[in-house]
């Protein structure tokens, strides 16, 4: 092997790794809304198994997200898009209920968390 083609193969391994540590830290996308006396996120998660996203609800306002996903036994495995696992801290908008109900569900790869907001009334018009 040429000392250049052996440069060009340890520069594309150094990016694809750089890509992967980029989305395993910074991505995935998130939206966060308030509704209804709830704030919601939804976490984009393709690709991963509902059995292996682990959620938590820290005391210091903050819900943190890590996931992993199995990759098939045997052959080559070259990953460009989605990481075999990551974790994700969000420090929420607002103060949620302490000892609150959250809720979480999964579904088409989208995860679809629900925390009650503190110190919000819903209010019936009539």
Same mark, same amino acid.
């Given at each position: 092997?040429?000392?250049?083609?052996?440069?060009?193969?340890?520069?594309?391994? %150094? #990016?694809?790794?750089?890509?992967? @540590?980029?989305? *395993?830290? &910074?991505?995935?996308?998130?939206?966060?809304?308030? +509704? $209804? !006396?709830?704030?919601?996120?939804?976490?984009?998660?393709?690709?991963?198994?509902?059995? %292996? #996203?682990?959620?938590?609800?820290? @005391?210091?306002? *903050?819900? &943190?997200?890590?996931?992993?996903?199995?990759?098939? +036994? $045997? !052959?080559?495995?070259?990953?460009?898009?989605?990481?075999?696992?990551?974790?994700?801290?969000?420090?929420?908008?607002?103060?949620?209920?302490?000892?609150?109900? &959250?809720?979480?569900?999964?579904?088409?790869?989208?995860?679809?968390?629900?925390?009650?907001?503190?110190?919000?009334?819903?209010?019936?018009?009539?």
């Amino acid at each position: 092997m040429s000392l250049t083609s052996y440069v060009k193969k340890e520069i594309s391994k %150094k #990016i694809e790794e750089l890509s992967r @540590s980029f989305y *395993e830290n &910074v991505l995935p996308p998130v939206d966060i809304y308030e +509704e $209804g !006396g709830y704030l919601n996120i939804d976490v984009d998660l393709p690709g991963f198994q509902k059995d %292996k #996203i682990h959620l938590r609800l820290t @005391s210091s306002n *903050e819900i &943190v997200i890590e996931a992993e996903r199995e990759l098939p +036994e $045997g !052959g080559v495995k070259y990953l460009t898009q989605r990481p075999k696992r990551l974790s994700r801290v969000i420090r929420l908008p607002v103060a949620v209920k302490k000892d609150s109900q &959250v809720t979480a569900k999964y579904e088409n790869g989208v995860l679809h968390i629900s925390i009650p907001v503190e110190g919000t009334t819903t209010i019936k018009i009539e």
